[in-house]
């Protein structure tokens, strides 16, 4: 059984080696921390290991698996996509740092003097196993390597692919006569170490000896049973000893951006009263539509003001369309992923997340370790660009169908992110039918508008100008068909767009002169006039890629098919005014 005394004599020799340690990195011994980076040519996937997140442990010990698992997605972060030149020795410290509660690590489990412990960065010896593992694989150099000081049954360590760690003075060390890089990733269950490097390092892995030179060597302790652990071992004479508290439950968290009414009574259904809700603001106090969620409920509610308020300043500075536009809001879902991130405790199993918060919140690690859903609004990235190409190929004149894609990586990311999502939520059809075996297809809301007695004689366009929303096929259905169109929105593609067409812009009351409205668009995400339109008993004409499959009121149209759309539209205005 330990005691104080042994304990103190424990933190003492500790002290002198992390000084020993601190002098000889300091007098050049020390290895330097590498930037993240992508490797040149092509490169090929060296080794992987693969270790499960989660073990079968007594219910009172699920607080210390919540944080060491918390504890790794931190370090994860840290380590993925480092890029190690050649020749240059990688340190597990050098790139993790310290584990402190101000730098966000939590209590996780520690193995220390045959008890595991609560230790603020306990757990992270799981990833330095990995890595030694991966390097082995490799045919690395092992600078240093540190076995732990006692087996503990079903480990790496019974195969001898252990290496422990503990700040500043037992590292992990390691190097490659090539440049090669290192991936981290966590999914819901497992941990995952790549190595990655050009073609040649193949070639010389056969042949590199696998050199073990470590600093200090411990003591193996032979196999033993079981250790104790503080939280539940019950030994209630040692100065360790923890009283045993209700078992942690885990909890999800909520995070939001733009208001919708589908998405919001969702989650006041699905929300249990330990759940936590991420929201940009809270619109009802500020009176903010666009972030109207319901906020009573909830254990917390976390909220980002000042970003909203700079966001909300920029954002009145970009122009209304192109290429700088969606860069620029790209950054700012990216800073908001960001923000969230950070903002989350080490309980939260959980995450329903908004769909443009995804791709980001999977590179900067905040997915690991947690199964999610995800809000759906949009296609696919992937989907959506070959949408935009294809579109562009029918209208090469458009100013507005090429002007803007997304970086590959964060395409990716994206794609990988829907795949490993345990369910998506989604009001739209088209996006519904992509994700038949773990969607959650929600009704939209219909406004319950006022009863109209009468209908107009105009047919409305009701979006801008924009390649996207269908604007070439309504200008030739307008022509061929001498329509009245009424717009609401800006003309986007070219001021003379509509020459020769009898056109007026939207008038507050649209829907009480409008006779059918009318998108044919190849994107719409939130289609919420022509709910308004149908709402108000309005004949409606929308292409698939709006959505609306099975609303009622609305004719679903194919994407791009203009005599389709002119079918459509003459029958619509063929049908008896509703008196």
Same mark, same amino acid.
């Given at each position: 059984?330990?005691?104080?005394?042994?304990?103190?004599?424990?933190?003492?020799k500790?002290?002198?080696?992390?000084?020993?340690?601190? %002098?000889?990195?300091?007098?050049?011994?020390?290895?330097?921390?590498?930037?993240?980076?992508?490797?040149?040519?092509?490169?090929?996937?060296?080794?992987? #290991?693969?270790?499960?997140? /989660?073990?079968?442990?007594?219910?009172?010990?699920?607080?210390?698996?919540?944080?060491?698992?918390?504890?790794?997605?931190?370090?994860?972060?840290?380590?993925?996509?480092?890029?190690?030149?050649?020749?240059?020795?990688?340190?597990?410290?050098a790139?993790?740092?310290?584990?402190?509660?101000?730098?966000g690590?939590?209590?996780?489990?520690?193995?220390?003097?045959?008890?595991l412990?609560?230790?603020?960065?306990?757990?992270?010896?799981?990833?330095s196993?990995?890595?030694?593992?991966?390097?082995?694989?490799? @045919?690395?150099?092992?600078?240093?390597?540190?076995?732990? #000081?006692?087996?503990?049954?079903n480990?790496?360590?019974?195969?001898?692919?252990?290496?422990?760690?503990? /700040?500043?003075?037992?590292?992990?060390?390691?190097?490659?006569?090539? $440049?090669?890089? +290192?991936?981290?990733?966590?999914?819901?269950?497992?941990?995952?170490?790549?190595?990655?490097?050009?073609?040649?390092?193949?070639?010389?892995?056969e042949?590199?000896?696998?050199?073990?030179?470590?600093?200090?060597?411990?003591?193996?302790?032979?196999?033993?049973p079981?250790?104790?652990?503080?939280?539940s071992?019950?030994?209630?004479?040692?100065?360790?000893?923890?009283?045993?508290?209700?078992?942690?439950?885990?909890?999800? $968290?909520? %995070?939001?951006?733009?208001?919708?009414?589908?998405?919001?009574?969702?989650?006041?259904?699905?929300?249990?009263?330990r =759940?936590?809700?991420?929201?940009?603001?809270?619109?009802?106090?500020?009176?903010?539509?666009?972030?109207?969620?319901?906020?009573?409920?909830?254990?917390?509610?976390?909220t980002?003001?000042?970003?909203?308020?700079?966001?909300?300043?920029?954002?009145?500075?970009?122009?209304?369309?192109?290429a700088?536009?969606q860069?620029?809001?790209?950054?700012?879902?990216?800073?908001?992923?960001?923000?969230?991130?950070?903002?989350?405790?080490?309980?939260?199993?959980?995450?329903?997340?908004?769909?443009?918060?995804?791709?980001? %919140?999977?590179?900067?690690?905040?997915?690991?370790?947690?199964?999610?859903?995800?809000?759906?609004?949009?296609?696919?990235?992937?989907?959506?660009?070959l949408?935009?190409?294809?579109?562009?190929?029918?209208?090469?004149?458009?100013?507005?169908?090429?002007?803007?894609?997304?970086?590959? =990586?964060?395409v990716?990311?994206?794609?990988?992110?829907?795949?490993?999502?345990?369910?998506i +939520?989604?009001?739209?059809?088209?996006?519904? @039918?992509?994700?038949?075996?773990?969607?959650?297809?929600?009704?939209?809301?219909?406004?319950?508008?006022?009863?109209?007695?009468s209908?107009?004689?105009?047919?409305?366009?009701? $979006?801008?100008?924009l390649?996207?929303?269908?604007?070439?096929?309504m200008?030739? $259905?307008?022509?061929?068909?001498?329509?009245e169109?009424?717009?609401?929105g800006?003309?986007?593609?070219?001021?003379?767009?509509?020459?020769?067409?009898?056109?007026?812009?939207?008038?507050?009351?649209?829907?009480?002169?409008?006779?059918?409205?009318v998108?044919?668009?190849?994107?719409?995400?939130?289609?919420?006039r022509l709910?308004?339109?149908? @709402?108000a008993?309005?004949?409606? +004409?929308?292409?698939?890629?709006c959505?609306?499959?099975?609303?009622?009121?609305?004719?679903?149209?194919?994407?791009g098919?203009?005599?389709?759309?002119?079918?459509?539209?003459?029958?619509?205005?063929?049908?008896?005014?509703?008196?």
């Amino acid at each position: 059984m330990p005691t104080r005394l042994s304990s103190a004599l424990f933190c003492a020799k500790v002290a002198i080696l992390q000084i020993q340690r601190a %002098l000889a990195d300091a007098g050049g011994a020390g290895c330097r921390r590498f930037p993240k980076g992508k490797l040149g040519g092509e490169p090929r996937q060296l080794c992987e #290991s693969r270790t499960p997140l /989660w073990t079968e442990c007594d219910p009172l010990e699920r607080a210390l698996q919540l944080g060491k698992v918390h504890n790794l997605r931190l370090a994860t972060e840290r380590l993925n996509e480092v890029l190690v030149p050649a020749g240059e020795t990688f340190s597990f410290w050098a790139h993790v740092g310290k584990a402190t509660k101000s730098r966000g690590f939590v209590d996780g489990r520690e193995l220390r003097e045959g008890c595991l412990i609560p230790t603020v960065g306990g757990g992270l010896c799981q990833l330095s196993n990995a890595l030694y593992d991966a390097a082995l694989q490799a @045919g690395f150099e092992i600078v240093e390597r540190h076995a732990h #000081s006692q087996v503990v049954p079903n480990s790496a360590a019974e195969q001898g692919r252990d290496a422990t760690i503990f /700040w500043n003075y037992v590292d992990l060390r390691f190097r490659s006569q090539s $440049a090669f890089r +290192i991936e981290t990733d966590m999914t819901a269950d497992f941990l995952f170490v790549r190595f990655s490097a050009n073609a040649e390092v193949e070639k010389k892995k056969e042949e590199a000896p696998n050199h073990k030179s470590p600093l200090i060597l411990l003591a193996v302790q032979p196999h033993s049973p079981d250790p104790n652990s503080c939280v539940s071992c019950g030994v209630t004479d040692c100065f360790r000893y923890v009283e045993p508290t209700k078992p942690i439950e885990g909890r999800t $968290a909520y %995070l939001v951006d733009d208001y919708w009414p589908e998405f919001d009574d969702y989650i006041v259904r699905t929300r249990s009263a330990r =759940d936590i809700l991420c929201l940009p603001i809270d619109g009802r106090a500020f009176q903010k539509q666009n972030y109207a969620w319901c906020t009573n409920g909830y254990a917390k509610l976390k909220t980002a003001e000042a970003f909203t308020a700079m966001r909300s300043f920029a954002s009145r500075k970009l122009a209304r369309q192109g290429a700088a536009r969606q860069r620029a809001l790209l950054s700012q879902h990216e800073r908001l992923a960001e923000i969230y991130a950070n903002s989350l405790e080490y309980d939260v199993e959980h995450l329903v997340i908004t769909q443009t918060l995804l791709p980001f %919140l999977f590179k900067n690690g905040g997915l690991g370790g947690r199964t999610f859903d995800v809000l759906m609004t949009a296609l696919p990235m992937v989907r959506l660009q070959l949408r935009l190409d294809g579109a562009a190929s029918l209208h090469p004149d458009s100013k507005t169908l090429t002007d803007f894609r997304a970086e590959q =990586d964060l395409v990716d990311a994206e794609t990988e992110g829907l795949r490993r999502a345990r369910k998506i +939520i989604t009001t739209h059809s088209e996006i519904a @039918g992509l994700f038949i075996e773990k969607v959650e297809h929600l009704p939209w809301a219909v406004p319950n508008t006022k009863y109209r007695r009468s209908r107009g004689s105009k047919v409305v366009f009701p $979006a801008s100008t924009l390649g996207r929303k269908g604007a070439f096929e309504m200008r030739d $259905a307008a022509r061929r068909m001498q329509l009245e169109v009424v717009l609401c929105g800006a003309q986007l593609e070219d001021q003379n767009f509509w020459n020769g067409i009898n056109t007026e812009d939207c008038a507050e009351d649209w829907l009480e002169n409008a006779s059918v409205v009318v998108l044919p668009a190849f994107v719409e995400n939130n289609p919420r006039r022509l709910l308004a339109a149908a @709402g108000a008993g309005i004949p409606v +004409i929308a292409s698939a890629a709006c959505g609306l499959e099975n609303v009622a009121g609305v004719t679903t149209v194919q994407t791009g098919n203009i005599d389709m759309l002119c079918a459509a539209i003459e029958t619509a205005l063929k049908q008896p005014v509703t008196i």
